[in-house]
Every structure is written in C-alpha cells, then in structure tokens.
C-alpha cells in the first residue's frame, strides 16, 4: 500500500512537472527490483542551455543628422549569429536600413530608384520587392528608434546596407562583413 501511494505521488509529480523536466528510468534500491521515473534536468536538456547562453549581437546603427549618412560605414558579425540591430534615426527625415546578398547595392539602390512610379511605394517602405533584399526595417521617422532581429547569413562575405528612400542609397550605405563562425 505505501508502495503504490509513493509510486502514485511520483508519477502524479512527474506528469505535473512534463512542461519543465525531462523523465530518465532510473533504478531503485535493490529492495523493491523494480523501475522508477527520476525527474532530471529541463526537456531540452543541454540543448536549450546552450541556445539561452548564446546572446544576439547588438549594434546600434545611428542616422547622421543632416548628412544622409549612417554612423557606420561597417560592422561585423559571424555567420549564423543572431543579431539585434537598431536604427536610431537622428535626421529630420525618413530613413529606413535594408540588408541585400553580396554584390548588391546597385541592383536594390536601382531598385529603390525604381519605386518613385510604384504609387504603393511608401506602403512598401520603399524597399524593393527583389530576391536581393535579405532583411529590412519600416521608414523610420526622425527621432524614433528601430530594433532589427535576424540570423546573420551562414556564408561569409561582405553585405551592403543601405537607405532605400529613393536617391539615399548612393550616400547611405555601408557594409555588414560576415565572418567565418569558429
């Protein structure tokens, strides 16, 4: 009887605890011969320790008030990292910030261009619709503040980034130089 009462407590223990523990069959003493379920660790186990540990890159990329221009002209990142990039735009205008694959800037900068006949052209964020384009943030507007998140790209290279307002991208880009991770 205090043997099933026990068992019925830990297996009532480990059903409420499914969520946030992993079950591992363990043996008991030699007394009672038989199998119970030990609670270990969280489901994931080393798995989700790992992803929690490895914290997004930040950069704060900032809009050079009345120059058309980023503060930065590069930054780097690994490949495959996470990152949190914010625009902080100080102009008195619209800017927004647009990720393209290596090689490019012209061909989203032309894109851009391209756009000042597309009447849903500030809808879009002026951000091209081109396989080109990896990531992207919304027209900021000046004074606010714009957080990015994305998974840098696996293969390393040189990134360009630019305003997409049209006519910015010849002065407003940069580039993102992703490393080799390891």
Known sequence: ?????????????????????????????????????????NIEGEKKSSIQQEKPKYILMEVVPDLMKF?????????????ILE???LDGMQHNLVIGQTG?????GKAADAMLTDPKATEKNYVPEIPEVLFATPLVNPGDLYSLEFTAPKEPGYYPYVCTFPGHWRMMNGIMKVEKNG
Not at 9 to 28: D, F, M, P, W
Not at 104 to 108: A, P, R
């Open 1 to 41: 009887m205090k043997r099933s009462l026990f068992l019925g407590l830990v297996i009532g223990l480990v059903t409420s605890c499914q969520g946030n523990l992993e079950r591992k069959a363990i043996n008991t003493p030699p007394m009672t011969g038989s199998i119970m379920v030990g609670l270990v660790g």
């Open 87 to 89: 625009l902080d735009n």
């Open 71 to 83: 503060d930065l002209d590069t930054f780097n990142v690994k490949a495959g990292e996470k990152v």
């Open 104 to 108: 490019s800037l012209d061909k989203i």
